[in-house]
Each structure stands twice: as C-alpha cells, then as structure tokens.
C-alpha cells in the first residue's frame, strides 16, 4: 500500500502566500515524477505543476513565476510554494505521485492520489 498525504490548505487573502507539503509512505521502491493538480468547483482538474526525479520542473502558465515545486527526496515529499495568490487559484489541490513498489517477483508501478486539500483565496 502506498499513501499520499497532503497538508497546507487554507484561507488566505489575495496577494498572500501558502506553503503545501504532500508525503509519501508504504511500500516505496522509488518515487518517479510528482505533481500538484487541482480542481476548482465545476471545472476539469488540471496540472498545476509536476518535477522529476531529477528535479526538472514544469508549470501551467497561469502559476508560472508565482509557484514554486520542489520535493525532498530523503522525505519522500514533495511541495508547492504559492505566492502572489489569486482568488482564481481557489480550488481544492491534490498531489499526484508515479510510485514503483517491489512485489514478490516484480515490480510494480503506479499513479497515486492525495486526498485532497482546499485552497481558498478571498477577502
């Protein structure tokens, strides 16, 4: 089993900043690529941004310049800095996580979800 927790969400007032964290525990032979996503009310998820193993990083336009990922490998955690937040950020942001697990005879690798934590940005 693998678990992706996610930490950080909250309230925050236009132009301020949020800090999330999303850990990875269980049954982890590596951790590949991890991203954030989120999902606004109605709307489709979308990347927010993603990193690599090795550390190359890609973002959606809409953050590009205001969000930062990173991860800590020795953690297995990966984060988002958010500055400059806007009411459009609002939406609820979940870690994604391209995990290999050893199983008897084989390894097996797999896409695996946070559950999930709001962001939301108003006066």
């Known amino acids: 089993q693998v678990q992706l927790v996610e930490s950080g969400g909250g309230l925050v007032q236009p132009g301020g900043s949020l800090r999330l964290s999303c850990a990875a525990s269980?049954?982890?032979?590596?951790?590949?690529?991890m991203g954030w996503y989120r999902q606004a009310s109605g709307k489709e998820r979308e990347l927010v941004a993603d990193?690599?193993?090795?550390?190359?990083?890609n973002y959606a336009d809409s953050v590009k310049g205001r969000f930062t990922i990173s991860r800590d490998n020795a953690k297995s955690t990966v984060y988002l800095q958010m500055n400059s937040l806007k009411p459009e950020d609002t939406a609820v942001y979940y870690c994604?996580?391209?995990?290999?697990?050893?199983?008897?005879?084989?390894?097996?690798?797999?896409?695996?979800w946070g559950q999930g934590t709001q962001v939301t940005v108003s006066s």
């Open positions: 994604k996580g391209r995990i290999g697990r050893l199983l008897p005879g084989s390894m097996s690798t797999n896409d695996y």
């Open positions: 990193i690599t193993s090795g550390g190359s990083t």
């Open positions: 269980g049954n982890i032979f590596s951790i590949y690529a």
